[in-house]
């Protein structure tokens, strides 16, 4: 199969748009409080963990942090900053977890503390922008949703990976590109 | 199904030039200090999402001024205005929850009527992020085939048929470009996009 050098550009702009869509898709799920959010969004970024270099990951992160400010209209507003932040920081966790901890963690570990440290970064940004000091009460509600969030877009990861055969062309196709380009 | 409404500056003002007035709104909605001018400014915002055919969800954003102002009521400060058992109502903390809620709603409402999805970044990353709502919008043109029932199997079977990571090229044939509304600026576009940027502009200077 002949392999072009921008295999990893195309696989990184889709992992982008499947952000984007599963965004969209969240969007249609009914929520108990407007603020909660489960995070579909997230999930191709945990795929990514597994075989994408850490400079495309961070791109696929980039595409869908603007990509959502701009289907959304949000990028030039606080929205755009907080999804920024919570997303950089739950990243560069869920990267280190998963490197550190090795085999000793599975996804669902991975996927949590993502949630958390997410979590964490949006009540901080949230009391010193937003509500003031008075907010941290909200601190336990923000990191229980977190971990219940966390925990279900992790077993989703694992039931994905176990079962899907796209993913696992992706992930062939993607290391192959890598060897290509050496 | 509700009708999506049809954008109506984007019929007189191009993506960025847009965006730039937009930018160009923020310095004095930021800087204005007092809870009218706040509050008129929000509202002149609101208007120009809705007249972008954004259907703007009404009560998230009161719950959203109504929790910011709760949480400074939690801090009492100025006037005593009301006292409900322990729970004390003062104008200081009152009015700034007020400015910082009203506040975050507007910049939403400005950045949502500036900010469209044919707006081009410049650049290697603008040229991915072209990429990127290529299959976005490929992989929408799919979604019916989701099944609630069969997710996994469903979404699988969506992905191979919109990216199949086995075909010889990648991406074969396709333009990359993002899908776009053709809209010409105007005389009329510039003249709106000048008048919109003078009324917060003229607020602030006014000290409303």
């Known amino acids: 199969m002949p392999v072009r050098s921008d295999d990893r550009r195309e696989i990184t702009a889709f992992l982008g748009a499947l952000c984007l869509f599963l965004s969209a898709v969240e969007y249609l799920i009914p929520k108990p409080l407007p603020f909660l959010r489960l995070g579909l969004a997230n999930l191709p970024l945990l795929l990514g963990l597994r075989f994408l270099k850490p400079v495309d990951l961070i791109l696929v992160l980039l595409l869908k942090v603007i990509g959502q400010g701009l289907v959304n209209g949000t990028l030039a507003s606080y929205v755009f900053l907080f999804s920024l932040a919570g997303s950089v920081v739950s990243v560069f966790t869920m990267s280190m977890v998963y490197r550190l901890g090795g085999r000793h963690v599975g996804l669902v570990g991975v996927s949590l503390s993502g949630a958390l440290a997410s979590s964490l970064v949006q009540v901080a940004l949230a009391v010193t922008f937003v509500f003031g000091e008075t907010a941290r009460v909200i601190a336990p509600f923000s990191i229980g949703s977190g971990i219940v969030t966390g925990l279900i877009i992790g077993v989703f990861a694992e039931r994905f990976v176990s079962s899907s055969g796209w993913l696992k062309g992706i992930e062939r196709r993607y290391s192959i590109s890598l060897e290509d380009s050496k | ?208």
């Open chain 2, 1 to 208: 199904m509700r009708k999506k409404q049809p954008d109506r500056i984007g019929y007189y003002i191009a993506a960025l030039p847009r965006f730039a007035a937009g930018m160009l709104m923020l310095p004095p909605y930021l800087l204005a200090e007092g809870l009218a001018c706040k509050a008129l400014l929000a509202a002149f915002f609101a208007l120009l999402a809705v007249l972008a055919g954004k259907r703007l969800r009404w009560g998230y954003f009161l719950i959203l001024v109504l929790s910011v102002t709760f949480f400074h009521l939690l801090s009492p400060w100025g006037r005593v205005l009301v006292e409900i058992g322990p729970f004390i109502i003062t104008s200081g903390a009152l009015e700034n929850g007020l400015i910082r809620g009203i506040t975050l709603v507007g910049m939403v409402f400005l950045s949502v009527a500036s900010v469209r999805p044919e707006l081009e970044l410049p650049g290697r990353f603008g040229g991915l992020l072209g990429r990127t709502f290529y299959y976005f919008d490929s992989i929408l043109e799919g979604k019916r085939r989701l099944s609630g029932k069969n997710f996994f199997v469903s979404l699988d079977e969506l992905l191979m048929e919109r990216f199949n990571p086995d075909q010889e090229k990648l991406g074969a044939g396709e333009s990359g470009e993002k899908p776009c509304l053709e809209t010409d600026q105007t005389f009329r576009g510039w003249f709106l996009c000048a008048a919109a940027i003078l009324i917060p502009w003229g607020l602030w200077i006014l000290k409303l």
